[in-house]
T-cell receptor, first 112, second 114 residues
Framework: SQQGEEDPQALSIQEGENATMNCSYK?????LQWYRQNSGRGLVHLIL?????REKHSGRLRVTLDTSKKSSSLLITASRAADTASYFC????????????FGGGTRLMVKP | DGGITQSPKYLFRKEGQNVTLSCEQN?????MYWYRQDPGQGLRLIYY???????QKGDIAEGYSVSREKKESFPLTVTSAQKNPTAFYLC?????????????FGQGTRLTVV
């Protein structure tokens, strides 16, 4: 079962614009993570936010978490063509070996 | 270099054959995972292991088998019982359950049935 669901499924923007992706989940979590995947490659971890945190920054990335709404958002500011990739949210659950459950992803295209 | 290595990168299987995908990590991680990814889709969990000699089924374990004889290794066998095995397979590892840590992924194995 997929815990997280990303929205939108695909996003196309111009270089320099901001990109916002949303993730909703169903059950209680202890953390939520965002990953990036370039086409045909493995996933790379971007950022982790714990359930007791509301916002976190890393470079041009800003992640928010609203546990009351069971949702998170990933904002990429001043996007670059190199940001073109798929972005996945994943939720971590204590009672399952820190097993991560992934959503379907948002495919981001940044046009130069 | 520390990391997680999957091999081979591409694998072709004939109908009725079993094939084994390799996953090795030198990160000293206790937990290891296998995911399947279909084109344009997210990741679905096949099996995971929290410790040597122990593993648990994920959401789509039918037609797959694993072993965890060593901490560093978590091979996945795709058996002939898996009717639609063509997919991209990703292996990952992470530290044990009580920590909020990231997962490290290999570069994947693309399996095609011919």
């Amino acid at each position: 079962s997929q815990q997280g669901e990303e929205d939108p499924q695909a996003l196309s923007i111009q270089e320099g614009e901001n990109a916002t992706m949303n993730c909703s989940y169903k059950t209680s979590i202890n953390n939520l993570q965002w990953y990036r995947q370039n086409s045909g490659r493995g996933l790379v971890h971007l950022i982790l936010i714990r359930s007791n945190e509301r916002e976190k920054h890393s470079g041009r990335l800003r992640v928010t978490l609203d546990t009351s709404k069971k949702s998170s958002s990933l904002l990429i500011t001043a996007s670059r063509a190199a940001d073109t990739a798929s972005y996945f949210c994943a939720t971590g659950q204590y009672n399952a070996g820190n097993m991560l459950t992934f959503g379907g992803g948002t495919r981001l295209m940044v046009k130069p | 270099d520390g990391g997680i290595t999957q091999s081979p990168k591409y694998l072709f299987r004939k109908e009725g054959q079993n094939v084994t995908l390799s996953c090795e990590q030198n990160l000293n991680h206790d937990a290891m995972y296998w995911y399947r990814q279909d084109p344009g889709q997210g990741l679905r969990l096949i099996y995971y292991s929290q410790i040597v000699n122990d593993f648990q089924k994920g959401d789509i374990a039918e037609g797959y088998s694993v072993s965890r004889e060593k901490k560093e290794s978590f091979p996945l066998t795709v058996t002939s019982a898996q009717k639609n095995p063509t997919a991209f397979y990703l292996c990952a590892s992470s530290t044990e359950v009580t920590r909020n840590t990231e997962a490290f992924f290999g570069q994947g194995t693309r399996l095609t049935v011919v």
